[in-house]
């Protein structure tokens, strides 16, 4: 079994994506949690939003189990009558993925990643929805 890494890909740099979006798991007026893969090594990452100001959106990064996501976007694809159980697969996925200490601000306006941020040593980044949150634009002037 291959292990996670601890930080991102070297393929995740500042410019027009250079991932592709695999399966969005929630959205307001653009993805606030979606699942992405590096479009050079195709390593899965979880994007969970964190904030937004306008177009930027600064999300918190998660690395899963590569098989993990295979098989929810497999399971996901493949349907179910059961819609609390798929809610329920995304949220345990969301819950086994390994949290890294790298931020992503995307502009998702013009399709780019402006920069992958380091999470500053003893900031406590909250773990909470995007929904709990005020995503008033403070985190992103904050590290911005």
């Known amino acids: 079994m291959q292990a996670r890494p601890l930080k991102i890909c070297p393929h995740l740099i500042p410019g027009p994506y250079p991932f592709d979006g695999a399966l969005v798991l929630d959205d307001h007026l653009g993805p606030t949690d979606w699942l992405i893969r590096c479009r050079s090594c195709a390593t899965a990452y979880l994007l969970e939003m964190l904030d937004w100001d306008g177009a930027r959106r600064l999300y918190r990064m998660r690395v899963p189990e590569p098989q993990a996501a295979d098989r929810l976007l497999r399971d996901l694809d493949r349907g ?42 003893g900031t406590a980044v909250p773990g909470a929805s995007w929904r709990e949150l005020p995503c008033d634009g403070s985190w992103i002037q904050h590290l911005g």
């Not at 159980?85 to 949220?91: C, G, K």
Request: one cysteine or more; charged letters at 25%; proline letters at 2%.
């Open 80 to 121: 179910s009558c059961d819609l609390s159980r798929a809610r329920d697969q995304a949220h345990h996925f969301s819950l086994t993925s390994t949290r890294l200490a790298q931020l992503a601000l995307l502009d998702l306006a013009a399709g780019e990643l402006i920069e992958v941020l380091e999470i500053p040593e």
